[in-house]
């Protein structure tokens, strides 16, 4: 099944109820007066966040979104009923657009988070509220105001703390799979994930948090090689990424060739991207005779720190779930040095 991340949809709002003109009509009370009363108001359409939604799939069969209108107001005074609300769960990470202008009317970060994106429309007036002393028997009323019509894009990123980033099988699901409740599919068959998985890790103390696993990059994926880039989107909000790369692959003669090329890809689809603090890992370190790949990496990017690891064994995972802790940690403390006054 294809991963729904992006939906076109309109929405409307219910229009407002017409007032009423009407006249009191009672046995032995002639000219009775105006009692026509007031439309109610049409209902909201409005956006609620909600975690049991993890995708925008529903919105592949339903496009189309429309609020009630409300009720026409009625003889004796008596208000029109008020349009239902209309409620549209989504997921935490939607982004609502407004398609014409291009604009993000709102951004869910936080679950349970609601937006009125359109109004209902204010019912009109009754005859009963144009009554004055000169005009003792007003034979109009107001109509409803409609409601908001509008065309909206949403986009779903994923938001995740830490993004997995490596070529088709260096061994990112394997390495989720070690760290976190998540049980992706694991092959040994490059784009074995075809869509993006998340996993929450909870390293025994502290806060937990969300790890994301997103397909395999290749060269030219930024021109749609392979799976292309659009799944870079859900990492577009992590705060750090671990660059997982195959040692067996690496060419001690050409040691870095992989980790540029997949730096490359995440250049070419934003800098953002590129300027997130990496953890670089090598992966599949209990397989033999990859001590010598894993030395001529390090000495090649001898200013970073370069964790070696096995996914498979665990041997190393929890040093590197340590490490994102602390890239974790340092940047929320930036958060709140750049909150203080
Ligand atoms: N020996 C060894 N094999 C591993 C290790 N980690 C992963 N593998 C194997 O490598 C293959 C690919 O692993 P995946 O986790 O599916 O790789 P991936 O990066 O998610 O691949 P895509 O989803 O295709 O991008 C599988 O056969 C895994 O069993 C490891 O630490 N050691
Ligand atoms: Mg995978």
């Known amino acids: 099944m294809k991963f729904f991340d992006e939906a076109f949809i309109t929405v409307q709002s219910g229009d407002g109820g017409r007032g009423c003109v009407s006249f009191r009509r009672e046995k032995f009370i002639p000219r009775g007066g105006p009692d026509g009363g007031d439309g ?9 966040s909600s975690s049991h939604r993890r995708t925008l799939y529903p919105f592949r069969f339903k496009r189309q979104f429309k609020a009630q209108n409300g009720s026409h107001g009625q003889g004796k005074r008596k208000t029109g009923k008020q349009g239902d609300d209309l409620i549209i769960e989504i997921p935490p990470g939607t982004l609502i657009i407004d398609e014409e202008t291009n604009e993000i009317v709102k951004d869910f970060i936080e679950p349970d ?19 004055t002393a000169t005009h003792r028997a007003p034979r109009f ?3 409803g105001e409609p409601g908001q019509f509008l065309k909206l894009k949403l986009e779903l990123k994923l938001l995740a703390d830490v993004g997995i980033v490596g070529l088709p099988n260096a061994g990112k ?17 490059p784009f ?32 749609g090689v392979g799976l292309g880039t659009h799944f870079l989107r859900h990492i577009e909000r992590t705060r750090v990424l671990v660059h997982l790369i195959d040692i067996a692959t690496i060419d001690p003669q050409n040691p870095l060739a992989e980790y540029e090329t997949i730096n490359r890809e995440l250049a070419s689809y934003s ?18 005779g990859t001590a010598e790949a894993g030395k001529a990496f390090q000495a ?14 665990r041997k190393g995972v929890d040093k590197l779930t340590s490490k994102m802790i602390k890239y974790l940690d340092d940047f929320n403390q930036d958060q709140s040095d750049d909150n203080e006054p």
């Open 300 to 313: 090649a990017l001898k200013d970073r720190e370069v964790l070696q690891l096995s996914a498979a064994t």
């Open 40 to 48: 109610g108001k049409g209902g909201d359409v409005i956006f609620k």
């Open 271 to 288: 800098s953002q991207l590129m300027e997130k603090p990496q953890i670089v890992v090598l992966n599949k370190i209990d397989l033999t």
């Open 141 to 143: 009323a107001q109509p």
């Open 173 to 189: 699901s394997t390495l989720i799979s070690a760290i976190s409740s998540a049980t992706p599919k694991i092959a040994d068959y």
């Open 113 to 131: 988070a609601t937006y009125i994106i359109a109004e209902g429309g204010r019912g009109g007036q009754g005859n009963t509220r144009f009554k």
């Open 192 to 223: 074995t994930t075809l869509t993006p998985t998340l996993g929450v890790v909870q390293a025994g103390w502290g806060e937990p948090f969300v790890v994301a696993d997103i397909p395999g990059l290749i060269e030219g994926a930024h021109k």
